[in-house]
């Protein structure tokens, strides 16, 4: 059955889809700010693991906890350094920055390992898991678990942990979260380190699925962006579905209609934004010109 | 940005006939003339995206997809007609404004955030349409387009004047366009976009104006810019790093300022240039612009241009007094002026004693909480009618429901006898119906003649292209600063004043209207007693004047004082209303103010 | 010798727009509960957020027992033992009951231990906090919320609790019961300065008032007294016969 094949490999990808939309959406959902340097921070996490990869042969899968803390720490100091400093003057500078820092970061990666295209292919890279008609390759199958589990422990987290529930709490209501003494600039720095981390996560997921070079990370920005705004900027919920679609639609697009499949997308993402601004899902509530 | 009377033009005049010399002048410099015409490729484009983001504010960050319809457009024409792109130049702009057009209606019409996003959108869409449409662009490939007609000899030097004259004329039209009514429109909206709506500026057809114009150039650089190239592809055509570099090219210069992108573009361009040749490459480039874009955002991100005017002008004033300003001076200034500024526009017509404004029936809810409960009362022409009500009656959601600020759930509300329930708040305004706030909401970055020349009775063409300071506005303006007292203070910047004369001046701007009806939103609020006796005097002179007034107010002494008629809400509901003298005796109005009894169920503790 | 919790001396602030409160003076015992009440414009609110620390007073002294409170920053004074009820939206409307309660506890969190005791202290004073427990908070009603509100400010255990109006929106029968947790609180040693507009439930429920206007004080006494008072109408809505 071959659109089951289609299907499986599309849900797999939305598994690692959703993981790093998710950060992307944290990331909006307190600071109202859409990370657009979250591709780049994939593709230096990519790159760095295939650098290890490269020297010491290391299984890459053991690199994540690395990967995840490095990219997290980095995220974190974006924020208290650089960030913190510019969201008083609105997300549209905001967002500049971040493509600041999108562009720095590809830049530096260019010059480090120039514009050629790197492969992780560890043992794993070639074989697949076979389930009856299905065939899954195995490098898919371990991201799209791995990403499924790790989006289901930052859930947990955030959930059920302290420094979650003020994350939670911040972006709720950032002045009944000062009431409790929760420190909203704790919250947002956490919410940019978790958002990073994911893209350290993605990256070594990334890194074994796929070559990868410096400004692939353009792909990235489109469709995180498109991730979120479909699911709704600020609801994790709602990005796992979008990333969802887009693993399917995507995968359905590869094998039955090539060309059109990324047009067919951002189409709809486009129609979305257009009627709906806050996403399908959106929590934000924003003033009218009636206001 | 104030207004500049008559702008130092000859650095730029100068600047400009250099530029006419270069190929003339110096002999072989195709290489500095290449260099030179991205340098106006990006002024040209730095200064058309001031329009839409500069004044107004609403930050486009794919505006560069406009770049790439006018390429599109010289390309698939200039193949299919077999002329010069040169010549399709204005046809670039006009395809090009028109899918601003088409685009900039659906998508400004609410102030969401997202316009951002959605920009960054539109620029993808367009590269994939450009990628798939294989029959109309040639696909991914793209479309070669053929060498242009004139002598080898010649060069890029064609190039070169063109983009130059499109350069002066994208200047001029920024020019024309920040002197006229549009460009103060623009600012009060990136000012404060409510506030702009409520005193009578169509912020849609002003952000959509905007919008196109900024296309405009965008479309006319592109079409001959693919020939220039050679060939238009969709990944050179609408590359998300030229929208990029083109904000930092207006940001670094100074957005909202005339010269500032120009000087910007100039900047972005040449770093890119040397950064390309001097480092070694794209990746440095890349890097380079990007660490460029950090600082500025960072470090400077109102720009060249008005930072170092900033720092001129504190050289100026140091040792200079500051001027003390007085909120009891201006109290006791009472000016005996001509009342015909600030008469309303049907005074003279036979309506003394009908209703202006009326709400029927009219009900607001929150979630469950029945804010407005089946409300109806009138506001009888040439009175000053008072509203009051303890916190939560509702009164303040009611009044709401009167200016537009908040749609009714049910329920009517009629100006004049007309239904405006549902009207927009710039329509109300255009009909006489102003109002003020509670929290003064002047533009910031205006003088005080600036705020009070803003108000548009109507939407018109003519009047959005004509200067900002054209026709009576001026005059009219100053007799009514006149008549507040405020003469003094007409070129000081409006944040510059106390809160007192800010109400006052918030006043004067609501008078520029004529309007038939102003609804003050607790005028009193926030000011000293002598003001206030001050704001008691200008409200029953311009009532005199055949404005009528309704007041929303806490302050029941003023009210009491000031109203003909008081409607007094509670709970949601009308209370009671009458006269001062019947309202002040009235035991429910009392018991409104100071707590039902029902409430008493225990003993005192 | 009266045990005074809070002190406040000429104190001048505002928010921008002019001065608000024009030389505030204060003193509360402990175990009372305070209402200040005062025509709207009077800066009823501005003195709990000058004392909660979210406006900073421009000229004059905030001392809590023998510390000095303004200067300080909202957190601070949250550790020093203030808590504040506002007027509105202090909830998380997407977090459970407990989960909001427990919220509460945040600068605790550390001890599990005190942490539930405090929160089963909480619940034992309100029923509501226990029943129903993994409700939204955003599902309930009015009072339900207010209830709930007064719970969190209790976890930290504070001496003084700032409310801003709690009456507000609330229809009677929910008023008497939020009122009868008021004076439950202060039974055990707390005080309760609160802000009100309906004067008569004030001054039912307090033990003092205080009468504002124009920023200062105008009166101020056992809450039965100004309840009597015939000076509040005239205050409120102007001399009679004007």
């Known amino acids: ?291 | ?605 | 010798m009266p045990d005074i919790v809070l002190t406040m001396t000429g104190v001048e602030a505002g928010y921008g727009g002019g001065l608000v409160l024009q030389g505030m003076a204060l003193e509360l015992e402990r175990g009372t509960i305070t209402c200040i009440v005062g025509p709207n414009g009077a800066g009823k609110s501005t003195v709990l957020r000058v004392i909660s620390g979210l406006v900073s007073a421009a000229s004059g002294q905030v001392t809590l027992g023998d510390m000095q409170l303004n200067g300080k920053s909202p957190a601070q004074i949250l550790k020093s033992g203030v808590a504040q009820v506002p007027q509105n939206r202090a909830l998380f409307d997407s977090m459970s009951v407990r989960e909001n309660v427990m919220m509460g506890g945040y600068l605790i969190r550390r001890d599990r231990k005190l942490l539930d005791e405090r929160l089963a202290m909480v619940a034992d004073l309100i029923p509501l906090v226990e029943d129903r427990a993994h409700d939204k908070a955003g599902n309930l009603s009015g009072g339900q919320r207010r209830m709930v509100e007064i719970g969190r400010s209790l976890m930290l255990d504070p001496s003084l609790i700032l409310m801003d109006e709690p009456s507000l929106g609330l229809d009677p029968k929910s008023v008497a019961t939020v009122a009868g947790l008021i004076r439950q609180i202060t039974s055990t040693g707390r005080t309760v300065l609160l802000v009100e507009q309906n004067v008569r439930l004030g001054m039912n429920l307090a033990t003092h008032g205080v009468v504002m206007e124009q920023g200062q004080v105008r009166l101020t006494g056992d809450a039965a007294g100004i309840a009597d008072n015939p000076e509040i109408a005239s205050m409120y809505l102007g001399k009679v016969g004007n």
């Open chain 2, 1 to 605: 940005m104030s207004a500049l009377k008559r702008p130092s033009i000859l650095v730029p005049l100068i600047a400009l006939v250099l530029f006419i010399l270069v190929p003339i002048a110096v002999p072989d410099s195709q290489y500095e003339q290449s260099v030179i015409l991205w340098c106006f490729l990006f002024a040209i484009m730095a200064s058309g995206w001031n329009l839409i983001s500069g004044l107004a504010g609403y930050v486009s960050l794919g505006h560069s997809v406009y770049l790439g319809i006018g390429m599109y457009t010289g390309g698939i024409l200039a193949k299919a007609w077999g002329v010069d792109s040169i010549y399709l130049m204005p046809l670039g702009a006009i395809v090009a404004g028109l899918v601003a057009l088409v685009i900039g209606a659906v998508v400004l019409r609410t102030r969401s955030h997202s316009f951002v996003i959605i920009t960054i959108a539109v620029l993808l869409s367009f590269l994939l349409l450009a990628a798939n449409l294989k029959w109309l662009t040639g696909g991914s490939d793209g479309l070669i387009v053929k060498q242009p007609s004139w002598a080898k000899e010649l060069g890029n030097t064609p190039y070169y004047y063109v983009l130059l004259g499109l350069l002066v004329l994208t200047i001029a039209l920024c020019a024309f366009v920040m002197r006229s009514r549009l460009g103060a429109g623009l600012v009060a909206i990136r000012n404060d976009e409510g506030k702009a709506a409520s005193i009578g500026i169509n912020t849609t057809v002003y952000k959509v104006t905007a919008y196109t114009l900024s296309a405009l150039p965008f479309g006319a650089a592109g079409a001959v810019w693919g020939q220039y190239l050679g060939f238009v592809n969709p990944i050179g055509a609408f590359a998300i790093l030229a929208s990029v570099y083109l904000v930092l090219a207006a940001l670094m210069g100074g957005r909202g300022t005339l010269w500032g992108p120009v000087i910007g573009g100039f900047l972005v361009a040449l770093f890119q240039e040397f950064s390309t040749r001097w480092s070694g490459g794209v990746s440095s480039r890349v890097l380079i612009m990007g660490v460029i874009l950090i600082l500025v955002v960072m470090f400077m991100p109102s720009g060249l241009l008005p930072t170092i005017k900033k720092a001129v002008e504190r050289r100026r004033t140091r040792g200079s007094a500051v001027k003390f300003i007085d909120q009891a001076s201006i109290a006791a200034s009472t000016s005996v002026v001509d009342t015909s500024a600030i008469a309303a526009r049907d005074q003279g017509k036979a309506h003394q004693g009908d209703t202006i404004l009326e709400v029927r029936n009219l009900v607001k809810t929150f979630g469950g909480v029945t804010a407005v409960d089946n409300v109806s009362m009138t506001v009888q022409r040439g009175t000053i009618t008072g509203l009051i009500g303890p916190n939560g009656s509702g009164k303040t959601t009611l009044f709401n429901c009167m200016t537009g600020t908040y749609q009714p759930t049910s329920g009517e509300v009629l100006l004049s006898g007309e239904d405006i329930t549902r009207a927009k708040i710039w329509t109300r305004a255009h009909d006489g119906l102003g109002r003020t706030f509670q929290i003064t909401r002047l533009f910031k970055s205006m003088t005080v003649l600036d705020n009070l020349v803003a108000p548009l009775e109507r939407t018109s063409a003519a009047e959005m292209v004509a200067g900002r300071y054209a026709g009576d506005e001026v005059d009219r303006a100053r007799e009514i600063l006149a008549f507040m007292g405020l003469q003094e203070f007409e070129k000081q910047n409006a944040a510059a004043l106390s809160f007192g004369q800010q109400k006052l001046v918030e006043l004067a701007q609501v008078l520029m209207l004529r309007p038939s009806i102003i609804l003050l939103d607790e005028p009193a609020s926030g000011i000293n007693p002598t003001l206030i006796d001050k704001l008691a005097t200008v409200i029953r002179r311009l009532n005199e004047a055949g404005t009528t007034v309704l007041i929303v107010e806490h302050n029941i002494p003023l009210v009491l004082s000031l109203c003909d008629h008081i409607h007094v809400l509670a709970e949601g509901k009308i209370l009671t209303q009458g006269t001062p003298t019947e309202i002040r005796n009235d035991p429910n109005v009392i018991e409104a103010y100071l707590g039902p009894d029902h409430l008493l169920e225990a003993p005192h503790a």
């Open chain 1, 1 to 291: 059955m071959e659109i089951v094949q289609v299907l499986a490999l599309g849900i797999l990808m939305g598994g690692v889809y959703a993981l790093l939309a998710s950060g992307v959406t944290l990331i909006f959902g307190v600071l109202d700010v859409v990370n657009v340097a979250q591709g780049s921070f994939l593709v230096f996490s990519a790159l760095f693991t295939w650098q290890i990869w490269d020297l010491f042969g290391i299984e890459p899968l053991l690199l994540i906890p690395v990967m995840a803390l490095v990219m997290g720490a980095m995220g974190w100091l974006i924020y208290r350094g650089m960030v913190v400093r510019v969201t008083p003057q609105g997300p549209g500078m905001t967002v500049l920055l971040m493509f600041g820092v999108a562009l720095a970061l590809e830049g530096l990666l260019n010059l480090i390992f120039g514009n050629k295209y790197k492969s992780v292919t560890p043992a794993y890279f070639t074989e697949s898991l076979n389930i009856g008609d299905l065939v899954l390759p195995l490098p898919q199958l371990i991201s799209g678990v791995v990403g499924a589990l790790v989006l289901v422990a930052i859930y947990l987290y955030l959930r059920f942990s302290w420094a979650g529930r003020a994350l939670r709490a911040s972006a709720q209501n950032p002045d009944g979260a000062a009431l409790v003494g929760i420190s909203s600039l704790k919250s947002s720095a956490l919410a940019f380190a978790i958002g990073a981390m994911t893209a350290g996560v993605g990256g070594v997921l990334l890194a074994i699925m796929y070559p990868i070079y410096p400004a692939t990370q353009y792909d990235w920005i489109a469709r995180l962006l498109g991730i979120v705004v479909l699911g709704g900027f600020g609801s994790i919920p709602g990005a796992v579905i979008g990333a969802m679609i887009l693993g399917v639609s995507e995968a359905l697009a590869a094998a039955y209609v090539p060309e059109w499949s990324a047009l067919f997308f951002y189409g709809v993402i486009l129609l979305i934004l257009l009627f709906r601004p806050n996403g399908l899902m959106g929590q934000r509530t924003r003033e009218d010109v009636a206001a």
